[in-house]
């Protein structure tokens, strides 16, 4: 059962952004203030990351919990029980599929994909920001090793 009116959710649900939310903005001042760059919401890509480092190949997705279905065996039995819940079901589901294929569109093209949850970003910006920049060495390894097998210095 919503503890909310109709009109309260109508007008909650309209105020969710699908980009420059909070988490996201979080995440992107604190690269800029480590001297990471990159680009918002990056159309050329699959799925438009969120954040972009295109000098080394790297998407970033920042996820809310609930759409995109963190600890979804739990979520779901909840969701049965709830408001148009045959709705809500459907949607997080596919947003998962489609969080999936985007994973592997991405792969394929030789990104590296990190994927945070909010509460992760909000509660450990530091640590998110460690992640990327560990891909960020991995990256300039592989591209010190390939220059090195292929003499190109």
Not at 111 to 118: D, H, K, L, N, S
Request: glycine fraction near 6%; charge should be positive.
């Amino acid at each position: 059962m919503d503890v909310l009116t109709h009109e309260q959710r109508h007008k909650n649900m309209q105020n969710i952004r699908s980009k420059d939310t909070k988490i996201e903005i979080l995440l992107r001042k604190a690269l800029w203030e480590k001297g990471i760059r990159y680009r918002k919401n990056y159309k050329k890509l699959p799925g438009k990351p969120d954040i972009a480092i295109t000098k080394y190949k790297i998407a970033i997705f920042c996820d809310g919990e609930f759409f995109h279905g963190k600890d979804w065996e739990v979520l779901k039995p909840r969701l049965e029980k709830g408001n148009n819940s045959a709705f809500w079901i459907s949607k997080i589901s596919r947003n998962r599929e489609r969080d999936d294929e985007v994973n592997k569109q991405l792969l394929f093209q030789g990104w590296t994909v990190i994927r945070f949850w909010g509460t992760d970003i909000k509660k450990c910006t530091n640590g998110c920001v460690g992640v990327v920049e560990d891909a960020i060495f991995d990256r300039m390894m592989q591209q010190d090793d390939f220059a090195d097998e292929y003499d190109l210095e």
